[in-house]
């Protein structure tokens, strides 16, 4: 059983950073991508940033471009998500996610990702 454990979420003022963590554990598992997506209150859930391994390629939601980096060590099966000049609009749940092998579909889509975490609240306040 592959299990993610985010960690690292808070509360911050606006303008703040935060750096969220995920752990994997479980069986062996080697995944072919990580991603953070978040859920606002009463609002879908939708993609931030996902980095694939091979080779190491980072992507990112348009409004988080340059204020959120991604990075992470697949040996150690671990990936963050450095989150820097926090808005009140980043508030939401987030949560870490894994895709075990390359399949179609676009990689902002949540049913492409195999694995998720539990979710970690990030509140940002104005």
């Known amino acids: 059983q592959v299990q993610l454990v985010e960690s690292g979420g808070g509360l911050v003022q606006a303008g703040g950073s935060l750096r969220l963590s995920c752990a994997t554990s479980g069986r062996t598992f080697s995944s072919y991508a990580m991603a953070w997506f978040r859920q606002a209150p009463g609002r879908e859930r939708e993609f931030v940033a996902r980095i694939r391994w091979n080779p190491m390629t980072t992507y990112y939601k348009d409004s988080v471009r340059g204020r959120f980096t991604i990075s992470g060590d697949n040996a150690k099966k671990t990936v963050y998500l450095e989150m820097n000049s926090l808005k009140p609009e980043d508030t939401a749940v987030y949560y870490c996610?894994?895709?075990?092998?390359?399949?179609?579909?676009?990689?902002?889509?949540?049913?492409?990702?195999?694995?998720w975490g539990q979710g970690t609240q990030v509140s940002v306040s104005s």
């Open positions: 996610a894994a895709q075990a092998r390359q399949s179609i579909g676009h990689y902002t889509r949540s049913d492409k990702y195999d694995y």
